[in-house]
């Protein structure tokens, strides 16, 4: 499913079955990875504990259900690169 070192498509989730793209979805430890079900099967929920990292020199990364307020992101809910223009640091 995922071919690193290639030029153009780099993750190829029709490669694989959904339960299998779900669970790499589930594990990924930055929470980037996200899925749509559209074989009928369950969707992806939030995590049943609110997950807040603080990323070294950069964003934090939130994993829960709902929205936040705020932030300098132009891309929300995804990350733009804004912190860095503001001066966001984290120790």
């Known amino acids: 499913m995922f071919q690193p070192n290639v030029?153009?498509?780099r993750i190829s989730p029709d490669a694989?079955?959904?339960?299998?793209?779900?669970?790499?979805?589930h594990n990924c430890p930055s929470g980037a990875i996200g899925y749509e079900r559209h074989d009928?099967?369950?969707?992806e929920a939030?995590?049943?504990?609110?997950?807040v990292t603080v990323r070294e020199n950069g964003p934090l990364a939130v994993r829960?259900?709902?929205?936040?307020?705020g932030g300098h992101s132009q891309n929300k809910?995804?990350?733009?690169?804004?912190?860095?223009?503001?001066?966001f640091r984290a120790d």
Not at 40 to 43: K, L, M
């Open 7 to 9: 030029e153009g498509e």
């Open 16 to 25: 694989a079955a959904a339960a299998v793209v779900a669970e790499i979805a």
């Open 40 to 43: 009928g099967g369950p969707a």
């Open 46 to 51: 939030a995590p049943v504990v609110t997950l």
């Open 64 to 69: 829960a259900q709902g929205a936040i307020a």
């Open 77 to 87: 809910p995804y990350c733009d690169g804004s912190h860095s223009k503001v001066g």
